[in-house]
């Protein structure tokens, strides 16, 4: 049981480049998420899936688009990665309603240059 | 919508000292309140939670109590180890359904 899991574990990128970071989850939940943490602003919600098949916006969406391919994997996307997307990515997932425990993969770790 | 207010820190203690660490809420009715742990270069797990008022969570000697009066949610510990050195977050429901919204995190160094 391995969890939430997530690749890469570190990225840098160059100010244009594309890339896709991958999530996945073998605890059959319903909820995933995207979250970035930056010094001093703690986790903001960038996209989240309520069930398969559904997507949201989250409080910071610009410059990313995600995809729920199953129930299991929850992927996000910059399309043209810029050094204001520098940062910690989390990946996580929940049963489903808002008072439900989340858990968190290891992060991925964006240097945009 | 519902907001969480918490220390920035960092917090730097002794080993064995007590440990308190301040949340404080805002939201419509009595959501359901956590606090997670950050160990370095990890993801977040959940340490305690409360669901309802008065209610008070606990898990590896941290506790909070959840205080409708005050709206708060403070995290304490009565003798902190090097081993708590990490980033604690308050945390409640977003107003949502689904959503959770997170303090700014309070960075804690204990030292020998």
């Known amino acids: 049981n391995a969890g939430v899991t997530q690749t890469p574990k570190f990225q840098v990128l160059k100010t244009g480049q594309s890339m896709t970071l991958q999530c996945a989850q073998d605890m059959n939940h319903n909820s995933m998420y995207w979250y970035r943490q930056d010094p001093g602003m703690g986790l903001r919600l960038i996209y989240y899936?309520?069930?398969?098949?559904?997507?949201d916006k989250g409080e910071v969406p610009n410059g990313y688009n995600v995809s729920r391919l199953n129930k299991r994997e929850f992927s996000l996307r910059l399309e043209s990665a810029a050094p204001s997307q520098t940062s910690v990515y989390f990946c996580a997932s929940s049963e489903g309603q808002g008072y439900n425990e989340q858990f968190f993969g290891p992060g991925t770790r964006l240097t945009v240059l | 919508g519902n907001s969480v207010t918490q220390m920035e820190g960092p917090v730097t203690l002794s080993e064995e000292a007590f440990l308190t660490i301040n949340c404080t809420y805002t939201a419509t009715g009595y959501p359901s309140l956590f606090w997670y742990v950050q160990y370095p270069g990890e993801g977040l797990q959940l340490l305690l939670k409360a669901t309802k008022a008065d209610d008070k969570g606990s898990n590896k000697g941290f506790e909070a109590t959840y205080r409708k009066e005050t709206t708060s949610f403070h995290l304490e510990k009565g003798s902190v180890q090097v081993s708590d050195s990490a980033v604690y977050f308050c945390a409640l429901p977003a107003g949502g359904y689904q959503k959770v919204t997170f303090g700014i995190g309070t960075k804690l160094q204990v030292i020998p």
């Open positions: 899936s309520a069930s398969e098949g559904t997507t």
